[in-house]
């Protein structure tokens, strides 16, 4: 065929019921120019849906509101490894897209361009992946948590939509993260610190840490090859540590304040059981990484 007739989205008889952004959007999936402007088809919807009080179906292909939106947990975890996948190799480009052929899961063409973004193509409920917290948190709030974390974390928060019977927003999810994991102050707080880079013979690290445990405030002090290190032997030395730390991963806080950062750190409970992840935020590096242990360490309480 060198022609075909069709209407808007589909609506008509007149001319033939085919959807002719559909048709056309497949068309320029595969290489072929159409001539024809989709770059803000979100526009060209509203216009339709206003002028002609007809609804675009939420899944109608390309102009669907949740088109280009998943709940589903294996489909977030495929987007997410596929975004992932995509923005580690656009790095390796300098960041141009059009050198790198589109080649995500589940997307047949970047939402970007016909006018949507990338905020609402994972949204949280009861029935998501453990995927698909850890993508907003990293994508819409800078924080890229360890990925034996994100169990952890997704458990929580889609208890939490279950609880509620609804969807989460990204926002609501970045604030339960912080309520849940961050800065967890209780039943220990870190009040203040010292750290002394020049201790030993061996360039150790001496630290003296102010704390609130069991209702009273304590002076520990401890020495190691590392500021968490030497906080861990003076948490020792108190009788404090029941555990073994694991894993230690920290980064700038992207899309946040320039000084901001975030430390995330995995503990092992002597007395068994599942290891557990917790976090700290500051903008100090240092104080994050402490704030994280003391967030694992209640985490495990």
């Known amino acids: 065929a060198d022609r075909v007739e069709g209407t808007l989205f589909g609506n008509g008889e007149r001319t033939g019921n085919l959807d002719i952004v559909i048709v056309a959007l497949n068309m320029n999936s595969h290489g072929i120019e159409t001539g024809l402007d989709f770059s803000d088809l979100p526009s060209i919807r509203q216009v339709y849906e206003r002028t002609t009080r007809m609804v675009v179906p939420e899944r109608q292909p390309y102009a669907g509101e949740l088109v280009f939106t998943a709940f589903s947990g294996s489909h ?147 020495l190691g090859n590392g500021p968490i290190n030497a906080f861990v032997h003076a948490l020792e030395e108190a009788g404090l540590k029941d555990f073994h730390v694991t894993d230690y991963r920290s980064h700038a806080v992207r899309g946040g304040s320039d000084s901001d950062s975030a430390a995330y750190i995995q503990i092992q409970p002597d007395a068994g059981g599942t290891p557990l992840w917790g976090c700290g935020v500051d903008p100090s590096i240092e104080m994050a990484g402490l704030r994280a242990l003391v967030s694992a360490f209640n985490l495990a309480r």
């Open 76 to 222: 977030q975890d495929a987007i997410k490894k596929g975004m992932d996948r995509r923005a580690a190799e656009l790095a390796g480009l300098n960041g141009d897209s059009d050198a790198l052929p589109w080649g995500v899961p589940y997307l047949t063409i970047d939402p970007r361009d016909i006018g949507r973004s990338y905020e609402a193509i994972i949204r949280i409920n009861s029935q998501s992946g453990k995927g698909g917290v850890a993508y907003i948190l990293d994508r819409e709030h800078g924080y890229d948590l360890p990925k034996t974390m994100h169990p952890q974390v997704g458990a929580r928060v889609y208890s939490l939509a279950d609880e509620l019977g609804r969807e989460l927003g990204a926002d609501e999810v970045r604030e339960f993260f912080f309520r849940e994991f961050v800065n967890v102050a209780a039943p220990l707080a870190l009040l203040d610190y010292e750290l002394d880079h020049h201790a030993g013979a061996r360039g150790e690290v001496a630290c003296k840490a102010r704390i609130a445990h069991g209702g009273e405030e304590r002076i520990l002090s401890g």
